[in-house]
């Protein structure tokens, strides 16, 4: 009998060979794959074992080759770094929908992390969504038990920094500094009304959680148009444009929150990150993401120019025309 065999990573060291042998056959019922254990269908380092047996890294999984590929059984690309069987196992659940979408581009590729550029109306989740896409690249785990994510959230129609695990020591980290607000968010947007001063928004949410936004208008339009740096102190879903809305000034273009505007949506970039300093070796201080081109044409038509400078401790300004010459 053929068997194709795969080899634990660190990443499911510990963990029990039922649960990480369901990531290969996630439509099998699970009293199938214990029968297949104890048949010796499926081994551990070529022996037969039980279901909830511990894999250690190192250890080779064999798995029955007709298992993989039998009639209706779902197919893709292998993961990164596994060896190839003779026809690619499954190592990833299939996709509902074929891929249309381009990866994005990749801002930091680090051994725990790597963070991308996304475009502005490509969901997050969901079909066409970016967790299913980039689940099946070069960037992601080749762990057998882990499945590469997105560890925050951003709107379809918001653009920027957007982060994925590539291990569990990379997710954990960052969901961690996530909740203990160490890892600093900074947005910039285009709101309707004049803002003239620096303020806090802090405001329940729905669900009556605290939403926190530091607010820094960098110019503004004798049209009544601010562009604004967030600081994001608080991740609750649509925070900045609830927030923004509930201040009267939403953001241009938000049929959600705002006045919808013909043939456009709202302008919001993730543009910057600052980790602290029990960051991984290989990740910086802060990272900050190009301006999309159609957010920078629709600061030239509303502003006259686009400005936008950081100064040495990375501050975002506006530059003042005798700074332009």
Request: hydrophobic share 35%.
């Amino acid at each position: 009998m053929e068997y194709a065999s795969f080899t634990a990573t660190d990443n499911d060291d510990g963990r029990r060979l039922d649960r990480i042998v369901r990531r290969f056959l996630p439509d099998v019922p699970l009293s199938a794959v214990y029968k297949y254990i104890r048949k010796g269908l499926i081994r551990l380092d070529s022996k037969k074992c039980t279901p909830n047996s511990s894999v250690a890294s190192g250890m080779r999984i064999d798995i029955a080759d007709f298992l993989l590929h039998a009639p209706g059984a779902p197919s893709a690309p292998s993961a990164p770094g596994a060896p190839s069987a003779p026809s690619a196992p499954l190592l990833q659940p299939s996709l509902d929908a074929p891929l249309t979408t381009e990866i994005p581009q990749v801002l930091l590729r680090a051994k725990d992390l790597v963070v991308y550029n996304k475009p502005a109306g490509i969901p997050v989740h969901g079909e066409g969504g970016l967790d299913r896409l980039i689940g099946q690249t070069a960037e992601a785990s080749a762990s057998l038990s882990f499945r590469s994510g997105p560890l925050h959230r951003l709107d379809r129609d918001t653009s920027g920094l957007l982060v994925f695990s590539r291990t569990l020591a990379g997710a954990q980290w960052f969901s961690a500094r996530l909740a203990d607000h160490s890892v600093k968010k900074y947005y910039i947007g285009i709101v309707c009304g004049m803002l003239t001063k620096d303020v806090q928004w802090t405001t329940p949410s729905a669900a009556g959680k605290p939403m926190r936004t530091g607010v820094h208008p960098l110019v503004s339009t004798d049209t009544g148009y601010t562009l604004v740096q967030f600081a994001l102190h608080t991740g609750r879903k649509h925070q900045i444009r609830i927030q923004a809305a509930e201040a009267g000034c939403p953001l241009y273009g938000d049929h959600l929150y705002g006045k919808p505007v013909y043939g456009q949506t709202y302008s919001l970039h993730a543009w910057k990150l600052e980790f602290p300093a029990d960051r991984f070796d290989d990740i910086p201080e802060s990272l900050t993401a190009p301006i999309p081109d159609d957010f920078i044409s629709r600061l030239e038509s509303m502003f006259g120019k686009n400005a936008l400078a950081q100064k040495e401790n990375g501050e975002l300004y506006w530059m003042q025309d005798e700074e332009l010459q």
